[in-house]
């Protein structure tokens, strides 16, 4: 009878326990997920990779209170980059490998690709972009609401102007600012990392507590903006900054302050709602920085070789962190070799999904691998192969092999500026009582200062050589040592053929698994003209 009143005890203690943790905040169960991007972020814009031109105490905090991602890998350039993020998928294999999408262009990216919001909404997340969206506005069903999204407020397109939010492309001028389906004609004005920012922390404010939250904050910063006004900024913050002589960079850096305050209010944000202790935070460029005037923008990738749109370091290797205090190890440095298609099956991983089922994909699980600070699985990574532009790129182990370039060589080279690398320089004070700060000291996860200067150290990548033994990789491969010559000084082609003839057929490997790019000429029906003046899903209307 004992034993029977017991057993009966134990059931009703289980079944309170099941109604309990159905009742509860669904966040406490699952990572909230945080995805910011920021937009053409060179490698030397951050100051936790060295440079103390620009100081980014908000990413900094959260940079050095995480792991820093020192081998990490996007693509060269926009469009491709977002399509390996949502698909796990290299360019190559979903037709967005070649150059950028445009307003008016009749494509985006396919739709029999399933997308990271919506592996994730089948895990019961509620999901949400804010920023640029940049995968396709064709039609309706390209456009975030009908990709796996739950809101969206930010431009369709690639870039805009951050105070009147009209894009110029192509010889077309229309206003791109969306609030889901509608045009968000309210905005006009307001700075657009602003916008941002306060929709970011409007979704944390008032999400549903029933559903873990995946974030994805997409910036518009700090790309360039329209020829008029390359570079916006609010006066008052360009007037702040009184370190930086070149007025351009001084403009830039206003954008990146921008930026870095957004983190800072959304982690301030995200630990008010008492959530930041079960979150992850992920950081990301989509691609290297447009350095010296390219395209029009003065972003620093010193001192790896190139720029956005090439395939040296300079446009692949990117600024990255990850952050969360379900990672087992923290405030480190890792040198895993990791590729931006790798986020869908970690997050899918860490959400709860088992990414053993993922099939079809490029990207590997790195959860673990981060977690424990193990040795990546990952042995090669496939940086793109552009047939229309005749270039392509690949690392394996510790390799590097070149084959073709763009822009005729115009950009193969090295830019600045350097920035103060001085260790004196750094504001250590101000990193350590910014918000992100304030936030992590709550949740005992801010580092000391020694570990932070130390930290900072071991992130930032010097160079002993340059010019040693260059090469021209329009006239024939080349191969660099990429773990011991990160900035591509020395061709090691003629010394290692064997190693040449290895990475090219396995370049060629992928090109034959390849699909042809999806770019289609412009059709003129896209023109804003046709719709008062405003970039849209022209395509529902022919």
Known sequence: MKLETSNKFKKLLFILFLISVKCSDASALQPNIIFILADDLGFNDVSFHGSSQIFTPNLDALAFSGIILNRYYVTPICTPSRSALMTGKYPIHTGMQHAVLYGAEPRGLPLHEKLLPEYLRALGYSNHIVGKWHLGSYKRVYTPLMRGFDSHVGPWTGHHD????????????????RRGF???????????????????????????TSQPLFLYVAHTAVHSSNPYSPLPAPDATVAGINNIEDYNRRKFAAMLQHLDFSVGEIVEALAQAKILSNS????????????????????????????????????????GFIWSPHLNSREIISEQMIHISDWLPTLYHAAGGDASILRDIDGINMWDVLSENLQSPRSEILHNIDNIWGSSAITIDKWKLVVGTNYNGQWDGWYGPEGDRNVSSYFINDLLTCKTARALKSIQMLPTTHKVLKLRNEATVTCSQKDVNTCNPLTKPCLFDILNDPCESSNLADKFPNIVKTLTERLLDFNASSIAPGNLPIDERGNPIFFDHTWTNFGDFI
């Open 182 to 208: 509608d045009v968000a004609y309210d905005l006009h004005g307001r700075y657009t990392t602003d916008v941002i920012t306060d929709e970011a922390v409007n979704i944390i404010n008032n999400r549903n």
């Open 280 to 319: 992850i935070i992920v950081f990301s460029t989509d691609n290297g920085g447009p350095a010296a005037g390219f395209n029009l923008n003065a972003a620093s990738n010193f001192p790896l070789r190139g720029v956005k749109n090439t395939l040296w370091e300079g446009g692949l290797r990117g600024a």
């Open 162 to 177: 951050y105070f009147d939010h009209y894009a110029m492309e192509k010889g077309m001028t229309g206003l791109d600012m």
